[in-house]
């Protein structure tokens, strides 16, 4: 029963916050984060596990947390069976450090996060 609550919770998170960030609906912190991944017409896009779902998900409120910008996810790679690794980009003014990347791991945890 504990296995089918966390996937169904965090598909429904998933599907509401793509509701709440569709244009023309206001904006939220994490508008460009998943519209990278969600919001385009690639279908490739909506290939990804639920464990690549949530890495995108924990690695850009990592990001929107650390920067308060507009965060966008430009790329999803599962590295390791426990590892998976997010690219995305910062809209900030400093165009130095306007890169991230971010280390998900299946128990959950961040475990490297970097802007560049």
Do not use: H, W
Request: overall charge neutral.
């Amino acid at each position: 029963m504990r296995k089918i609550i966390l996937p169904a919770l965090m598909s429904g998170t998933l599907l509401l916050g793509g509701c709440a960030a569709s244009p023309g609906y206001g904006g939220g912190p994490l508008d460009g984060v998943l519209g990278g991944i969600f919001g385009s017409n690639d279908p490739g896009d909506r290939d990804l596990s639920e464990f690549e779902r949530a890495a995108v998900s924990a690695c850009g409120r990592e990001a929107d947390r650390t920067t308060r910008d507009r965060v966008r996810v430009e790329r999803v790679d599962q590295v390791t069976r426990d590892t998976v690794r997010v690219d995305g980009r910062i809209e900030t003014r400093d165009r130095d450090r306007d890169n991230f990347t971010c280390t998900f791991r299946s128990d959950g945890r961040i475990v490297d996060f970097r802007i560049f």
